[in-house]
């Protein structure tokens, strides 16, 4: 069975630092663009970051510009976010996806999720 799955979620105060990890297993993705998306109640999922196959290219939605990095190691086949300076409307569940069809920035070209990880940050 092929599997993302996230970890490092949960509850922070604002300014805090979270690191989320997403594993995968079952099959592959050193050779995949891996990204993080976002989605927080009542909003469509959005877009937080990507990273090259070879981790030699980043790409960042402008929000979390500054403050989050992306980060991957091939030989676990696992991709990171570092999450610094949170902010409480960084509150939403994150994703990770792997092997898209198109571009980095859209969900709907990605194949393959992990079930998410709850990041709260409390004012």
């Known amino acids: 069975q092929i599997q993302l799955v996230e970890s490092g979620g949960g509850l922070v105060q604002a300014g805090g630092p979270l690191r989320l990890s997403c594993a995968a297993s079952?099959?592959?993705?050193?050779?995949?663009?891996k990204a993080w998306f976002r989605q927080a109640p009542g909003k469509e999922r959005e877009f937080v970051a990507a990273i090259s196959w070879r981790g030699g290219y980043t790409y960042y939605a402008d929000s979390v510009k500054g403050r989050f990095t992306i980060s991957r190691d091939n030989a676990k086949d696992t991709v990171y976010l570092q999450m610094n300076s949170l902010k409480p409307e960084d509150t939403a569940v994150y994703y990770c996806a792997a092997d898209p069809s198109g571009t980095y920035y859209s969900a709907m070209q990605f194949n393959y999720w992990g079930q998410g990880t709850q990041v709260t940050v409390s004012s």
């Open positions: 079952g099959r592959t993705f050193s050779s995949s663009t």
